[in-house]
């Protein structure tokens, strides 16, 4: 039972398929992020090794967290990045078999990184979901100047492209730092034209927003609603979102 | 004995009455609030759980939390959030009650999000006072709009009622950010003119300013003195706050 | 063995003499950071107990948390600061004999915060050579007006003779926030120019740049190579400047 429950309702159950919060971590202590996850796994449903931090990590250290969070009912995946590194070096086979070994059962195709043709991308996604992963794909360029490339109307053909696929959840880049990538100004505003028209193009639970600052955070419950999907979420941040999700912290209570 | 005794004054021991550290916990797991109070609890006096993130912990978790904390000489309080929250709902003998089974014995009182007037404030304070907790209030407004109305006089005004009602301290709201809230401009930066007229009408002991950047810290400690009491500190800078009141950190060496 | 081994290179082996990572510890609980160190301990070299820290630490702690570094094959030493208020307190011969009690193998020597005249810190530098410390020094001044009166010769002058008087490595002075300082902008980018002159006076491995941001981090591995040596890395950020130095993230994938 929750402390101060009838404040508060309660959480809904995992597996949950709205109101996902995907969480990054960068490379926590395997005691640190377990004593996290008890406080607070509950509200965590993908959690990301980001980009290449398992290559240098030891094999067990890795499969020993990938088996502590799945004991929360957390999906763990790895970074976009390094498949993206296993393309550009023709190691897809291997990439995906040292996944399985690792007992990651998800898998993040993205090109945020290198070039990857459409057709590519999409062979990708398909292999990897008949090879029984479930499929994340990302859609949005880490560098500022090929991001801007990039117009709305190409990122909402991806996306749809890349569901029909059998992309489980589409992510949309914002980095770590959430400024000048996709729908963020340099500021870390989002641009709200551009998420309007999105929005009206793409089913809202079909898209998982990276929205690593809390104005992000309070922007997109405030505007799509608590069950919204967020990502990149700072380990650190994970009790917040959810008290925010809640109404629960100033700049949500009374509004959600 | 501390090491490098030779080049620093002893602390002073707990329970101090002023140079008060608030420390802000946003959702610490057990074990790791556990290592850092093991080596930082001597310079923490009152530990929030920032706004409703209790709500949304295991009864359990939080109690077992309490009562660490507490084995630290440090006062465990709940984020003035969740008071209103129970305000608005009409719940607040539930929530003194649910407090104190959990182990709190300090309350914070503030009206940071939600609308309560002096009156009904000053009656909560006295309430919770009558129940036996120790009180903290807090005077100023999450929302910059809203803040922006309550002019340094109105903050004043209310400090003394407060005071005066049974709070052992005047929290002045900063936020997490330290920014555009109180006596911070958008920078985060002090209005010097404004400090000191609230320094010039109120008992500087009676204070908790909230100044959770460190050039805020600086700048309290080289104006009011190490012994000002400070808040919404957070976990990772309790140890770098003391070295500042001390004059172990480049800041304030050979200045305090 | 390391995960995803086929998609990058091992790392070199410890003791290293090029591409050091010097991580800064601003006062981690013990555990925290031992469960740290399990998962990038690799990848650390010289961990600094940042400024005066260890004086508001229990000799027993502060001893402890030494044998753990040491035990990963890390050199623990002492803040700067911390050596500044030995000699200006005129306790040097105490604070050489306590960091020896405490275990500490490497000390550092620096002017950042008090005047030393220059003589006077290349005696201290040959004094802890000559007692069996490994020695760093650190050119810079933590105060912005005062940094800003030393101009790039004068900089490169005492690096030389530092180095000469027995120095390991010199560090260039950024602080915690690597703004304003030394070779960094007001907003934290380097000074281009003033890097290609050092360089071209100064051998590159002679040199521990701080860089605590992520954009430095990516610029002096970029320019210098991954074998740069770069200091005052968040303890959080040891595993994602180890995938910059490999190749494994977004800003430099393909290009080192």
């Known amino acids: 039972?929750?402390?101060?429950?009838?404040?508060?309702?309660?959480?809904?159950?995992?597996?949950?398929?709205?109101?996902?919060?995907?969480?990054?971590?960068?490379?926590?202590?395997?005691?640190?992020?377990?004593?996290?996850?008890?406080?607070?796994?509950d509200y965590v449903d993908y959690l990301k090794f980001g980009w290449g931090t398992t290559a240098i990590q030891e094999f067990?250290?890795?499969?020993?967290?990938?088996?502590?969070?799945?004991?929360?009912?957390?999906?763990?995946?790895?970074?976009?990045?390094?498949?993206?590194i296993a393309f550009m070096k023709s190691k897809l086979?291997?990439?995906?078999?040292?996944?399985?070994?690792?007992?990651?059962?998800?898998?993040?195709?993205?090109?945020?990184?290198?070039?990857?043709?459409?057709?590519?991308?999409?062979?990708?996604?398909?292999?990897?979901?008949?090879?029984?992963?479930?499929?994340?794909?990302?859609?949005?360029k880490k560098d500022l100047?090929?991001?801007?490339?990039?117009?709305?109307?190409?990122r909402i053909d991806l996306i749809k492209r890349e569901k029909e696929a059998g992309s489980e959840k589409i992510i949309l880049e914002a980095r770590e730092s959430g400024k000048s990538i996709g729908i963020f100004d340099d500021s870390g505003n989002p641009k709200e034209n551009e998420v309007d028209y999105i929005l009206k193009n793409i089913k809202k639970n079909d898209i998982i927003?990276?929205?690593?600052?809390?104005?992000?955070?309070?922007?997109?419950?405030?505007?799509?609603?608590?069950?919204?999907?967020?990502g990149n979420i700072s380990s650190e941040d994970i009790i917040s979102l959810e008290t925010l999700r809640k109404g629960l912290r100033g700049d949500t209570v009374g509004k959600v």
Request: net charge negative; aromatic share 10%; proline share 2%.
């Open 60 to 84: 067990d250290v890795v499969r020993e967290k990938v088996e502590m969070y799945k004991s929360f009912d957390i999906k763990p995946y790895v970074g976009g990045t390094l498949f993206e």
């Open 145 to 154: 100047v090929e991001d801007s490339k990039l117009d709305i109307d190409s």
């Open 209 to 230: 927003w990276e929205a690593p600052n809390k104005n992000q955070q309070v922007y997109f419950i405030l505007k799509i609603g608590s069950d919204v999907n967020l």
């Open 93 to 140: 086979d291997e990439f995906f078999k040292e996944a399985s070994l690792l007992g990651f059962e998800t898998i993040e195709i993205s090109d945020g990184t290198i070039n990857i043709s459409e057709d590519e991308k999409i062979n990708c996604i398909k292999k990897a979901s008949n090879l029984g992963f479930n499929v994340l794909s990302e859609v949005g």
């Open 1 to 41: 039972m929750k402390s101060f429950n009838f404040l508060s309702e309660d959480s809904t159950k995992k597996p949950r398929t709205n109101g996902l919060t995907m969480v990054l971590d960068k490379g926590l202590g395997y005691e640190t992020a377990e004593s996290l996850m008890k406080i607070s796994g």
